[in-house]
């Protein structure tokens, strides 16, 4: 069983109406929007890199039981100026666009000076976020572009940098109770500083007509260790008095990335994880708005994904999705996906793993300070003010991770995820209980699974009282794909809105609820 990675896929922009075999709650009524790469190949250009390929949005509106599809390219300027040149022509981080052989030389000098201090692409292929009252597609530069959540028309372009000192922004976003977002960016050697930056937007902003980041305002900044090797990540953690980031020893290298155009290589082949270095675990007090004084780390590690974070008795516990190395984005230049497709191949597992991290140093030097009971992390004290976590292992091969975001923040017991045991191409997705570490499955036989979305029930008082929703793509295009709704209790299918349509493959969603 393949997925063929690299194939265009068509957009359908006008509504179509699923069949809908079982029934759909009656209280299930939103839109559930998903983003990821579906176009690869322009003219006699093509992408290196799966995450490069043009943004295409698709959705599911959910509304008295029924079921409508669409799916529409996000026509930004990336992908406007490629289609009118029918090529590649906006570089991506995998993939550098080289100019047309028949330009002159003065279009060549202009190509190799904005790749030299380059203008990022807006081709926004990795997430759904909310500032305010609008929607997003993101991706993790600059740029991010607003969309009508209805018709998935694309809209205004929004540059950070006129409201932030932020180069790259991560792509996850975190929501509290009043609606207010917040976001992580890296700001690079600005002012003979790199740092990375914590910003808020308020909910509701953006409501006069103006860009809600008109709004934003920076909650605290955490120095990089080093100047011109800032670390990248993709996620953060934030319960109800904390924000935890992992700066961890993946690395950009912003000289090469400077001159990547010039020596032939992507802006990719300038990340670098450094296994010799260590992981800083930073603990941010929103009350504050600064560092708490102890000094976290761990070994290196490559996390992508937050699973959640809380606090209980005098410590912050956060799980994350970790890998040993950076050989997952490696496993995505599209020339690797078609080898490894049914071959035996080396693959870096990604563990989820629980960190405990004290809120207190008091104890001797060489003393466990995890003084909870339901977990074997440690967190043995230094000197110097430092302390050594160790994780303990709650399950592998598992990414993807969303839970009932009620629970954000808070202790919780279920998380929902896509089973990546065997390779990262996902055909199981799984629920786990972090107290028992027991997991139910689901799988659909020839089915490759996107990242499980939990909705939960209105007025619901268990946590995983509520459905789990996650597009499936039929490994036999000619049968269409579907969205499936799994009860979030039991995780058996409830039921499936089945559209004639060859889905791609995603990566990230936002589901918004009916307001009516």
């Not at 976590?389 to 009620?406: A, T």
Request: glycine share 8%.
């Amino acid at each position: 069983m393949q997925y063929d990675y690299s194939k265009n896929k068509d957009e359908h922009p006008e509504p179509i109406n699923a069949d809908v075999k079982g029934l759909i709650p009656e209280w299930l009524q939103g839109t559930l929007i998903r983003n990821g790469p579906g176009l690869f190949s322009l003219g006699e250009t093509r992408y290196n890199h799966w995450f490069d390929g043009m943004a295409l949005l698709h959705s599911f509106t959910i509304k008295k039981g029924e079921v409508t599809y669409r799916s529409k390219y996000l026509q930004g300027d990336t992908y406007n100026s490629n289609m009118q040149a029918n090529r590649i022509v906006v570089s991506e981080m995998g993939t550098m666009a080289y100019p047309d052989p028949c330009k002159n030389i003065f279009s060549k000098v202009i190509t190799f000076l904005s790749h030299t201090i380059p203008d990022f692409t807006d081709n926004c292929a990795n997430n759904i976020i909310k500032y305010g009252n609008d929607y997003h597609a993101t991706s993790e530069t600059n740029y991010i572009r607003k969309i009508d959540p209805m018709t998935l028309e694309t809209q205004e372009k929004v540059d950070y940098l006129k409201y932030l000192p932020v180069n790259i922004v991560a792509s996850h976003t975190h929501y509290d109770k009043e609606g207010n977002s917040y976001s992580m960016g890296t700001c690079i050697a600005e002012k003979g500083k790199t740092k990375y930056t914590l910003f808020k937007v308020p909910g509701g902003s953006g409501s006069d007509g103006s860009p809600p980041l008109k709004s934003a305002e920076v909650v605290c900044t955490v120095p990089c260790r080093s100047l011109l090797t800032p670390s990248y990540y993709h996620s953060f953690g934030m319960t109800d008095n904390y924000f935890v980031f992992i700066e961890q020893p993946l690395k950009l290298d912003v000289l090469k990335m400077a001159t990547a155009y010039l020596r032939g290589v992507n802006w990719a082949s300038c990340m670098k994880f450094h296994a010799e270095d260590s992981t800083l675990i930073h603990l941010i007090d929103r009350k504050t708005k600064k560092e708490v004084g102890i000094k976290f780390y761990t070994g290196a590690m490559a996390v992508y994904h937050q699973v959640n974070a809380f606090e209980d008795d005098g410590h912050v516990v956060f799980d994350v999705i970790c890998y040993d190395d950076n050989s997952l984005y490696e496993m995505f230049y599209l020339d690797k996906l078609k080898e490894q497709m049914g071959a035996d191949t080396m693959y870096c597992k990604p563990k989820c793993k629980r960190f405990v991290l004290p809120l207190s140093d008091m104890g001797e030097t060489g003393e466990d300070l995890v003084k909870l009971k339901y977990t074997t992390a440690s967190a043995v004290k230094e000197k110097e003010g430092k302390v050594l976590c160790q994780g303990e292992g709650l399950c592998d091969g598992v990414e993807l991770p969303r839970i009932n975001y009620n629970f954000n923040g808070k202790k919780y017991r279920y998380s929902y995820m896509c089973c990546v045991d065997i390779s990262p191409v996902a055909t199981k997705i799984v629920k786990f209980d972090a107290e028992t570490k027991q997991k139910i499955e689901w799988t659909g036989g020839d089915c490759f699974s996107s990242e499980p979305v939990f909705i939960p029930r209105p007025d619901a008082v268990d946590e995983d009282d509520g459905v789990v929703l996650t597009c499936i793509i039929n490994a036999k295009p000619v049968q269409g794909g579907f969205l499936l709704v799994l009860d979030g209790k039991s995780f058996k299918e409830v039921a499936r809105a089945c559209i004639d349509v060859d889905f791609h493959m995603d990566m990230h969603g936002y589901f918004i609820p009916d307001s009516s």
